[in-house]
């Protein structure tokens, strides 16, 4: 049995859970989300419970059934809480700035890079070289914080580059002078 997948998920005061056949949406203080869940995963809701069970050891059941679980629970967590993910940008001249719902990155190249807000995302930049993104949908956070990095990922030799809050760059040994 999945220890992830047998754990019961209580729905805190103020969100609304819908279970109807394979769609689950959830409704909090931050908004809504909605998602299919796939596969043939049993959800049942009792009072302020969330039940996810299988139908049968099979290997595709057993695969998606604490992925099931913690998609839910993550659904739950984005309404109230909400997800951050924090990146810092590392170089002489390397900033990043508001530019109303978009962000302007200045990375090196010739030209400004425009990251436009995808719905349910919102930049907070506290310092030109840190950007903050939130928003309620954890997958959609992780995907535009990772999108960004990719634009100048830190280099190994100077560190230079976007990176997340606290991840560690391997450096490089540059080239030695001839003797």
């Known amino acids: 049995m999945s220890r992830i997948g047998k754990a019961p998920i209580t ?24 998602r299919n869940i796939p596969g043939e995963i049993i959800i049942r809701k009792e009072e302020s419970t969330i039940f996810v069970e299988r139908p049968n050891d099979e290997r595709q059941n057993r695969s998606l059934h604490g992925l099931s679980r913690t998609l839910i629970n993550n659904m739950i967590i984005g309404v109230t809480d909400g997800f951050t993910k924090e990146l810092e940008i590392i ?16 990375l090196g190249f010739s030209h400004p890079v425009i990251v436009p807000a995808p719905d349910g995302i919102t930049f907070e930049i506290p310092v030109q070289t840190r950007v903050i993104v939130k928003g309620i949908d954890k997958e959609l956070v992780g995907q535009v914080a990772a999108d960004i990095r990719s634009i100048r990922k830190p280099e190994p030799y100077k560190g230079k580059g ?3 809050l606290g991840e560690r760059v391997l450096r490089k040994a540059g080239k030695t002078g001839k003797k």
């Open 162 to 164: 976007v990176r997340y």
């Open 91 to 106: 170089g002489v001249g390397y900033r990043a700035e508001a530019q109303g719902a978009n962000l302007r990155l200045a």
């Open 11 to 34: 729905i805190p005061s103020g969100v609304e859970v819908t279970i109807s056949g394979r769609n689950v949406s959830v409704k909090g203080p931050k908004g809504t989300l909605a």
